[in-house]
């Protein structure tokens, strides 16, 4: 099954707006990671946030995360057009081989 | 320069064909994965692989298997395609060490028809 389930599975804003998403998983994590995935792409990697930390900021992204209720949170402040895409969070737990577990993913429009 | 890269990008076969999909990466990882991506969008993990360790996910059918000549390369061998097996398939790497980001290819479209 899924480690990771975002929230909503797909947000409509306009641009200039804010867009929240969450996510929440199951298992304790070495770190939570956002990706993007524009249509008909890979993913790319946004920013990382480890076990021990509870707020990082890169540019116009915020992301959180509450241990404690497992669950993590991406805020995209001032949304633009191309900010549209899918967006993931992924799950680190190492054994002794790494991997990323993926949530469900949110579809985010940013309309113009 | 591509840091991961897969071919082909699109792939359409037939039932019951064998296939292969490639991948690179020119970063100096160590570990490398495989993942699918079906109509929906789930990502499903299928392989993670280094030089000392296979990790399988359960689910995957034994007509998947991952090979790997080098480190640099971990390629996605599929026996006997069936119609369910269409999707995204997603080739990925990134260090062994905990926290840091992978690197994804651009994906390969597989049809089976």
């Known amino acids: 099954s899924q480690q990771g389930e975002e929230d909503p599975q797909a947000l409509s804003i306009q641009e200039g707006e804010n867009a929240t998403m969450n996510c929440s998983y199951k298992?304790?994590?070495?770190?939570l990671q956002w990706y993007r995935q524009n249509s008909g792409r890979g993913l790319v990697h946004l920013i990382l946030?480890?076990?021990?930390?509870r707020e990082k900021h890169s540019g116009r992204l915020r992301v959180t995360l509450d241990t404690s209720k497992k669950s993590s949170s991406l805020l995209i402040t001032a949304s633009r057009a191309a900010d549209t895409a899918s967006y993931f969070c992924?799950?680190?737990?190492?054994?002794?081989?790494?991997?990323?577990?993926f949530g469900s993913g949110t579809q985010l429009t940013v309309l113009p | 320069d591509t840091a991961v890269s897969q071919t082909p990008k699109y792939l359409v076969t037939q039932m019951g064909n064998d296939k292969s999909i490639k991948c690179e990466q020119n970063?100096?990882?160590?570990?490398m994965y495989w993942y699918k991506q079906d109509s929906k969008k789930f990502l499903k993990i299928m392989f993670s692989?280094?030089?000392?360790?296979?990790?399988i996910n359960e689910t995957v059918p034994n007509r998947f298997s991952p090979k790997s000549p080098d480190k640099a390369h971990l390629n996605l061998h599929i026996n006997s395609l069936e119609l369910g097996d269409s999707a995204v398939y997603f080739c990925?790497?990134?260090?062994?060490?905990?926290?840091?980001?992978?690197?994804f290819g651009q994906g390969t479209r597989l049809t089976v028809v």
């Open positions: 990925a790497s990134s260090h062994r060490h905990q926290n840091t980001e992978a690197f």
């Open positions: 298992t304790s994590i070495n770190n």
């Open positions: 946030i480890r076990s021990n930390e």
């Open positions: 992924a799950t680190d737990f190492t054994g002794s081989a790494r991997q990323l577990t």
């Open positions: 970063l100096g990882h160590d570990t």
């Open positions: 692989y280094n030089n000392k360790e296979l990790i």
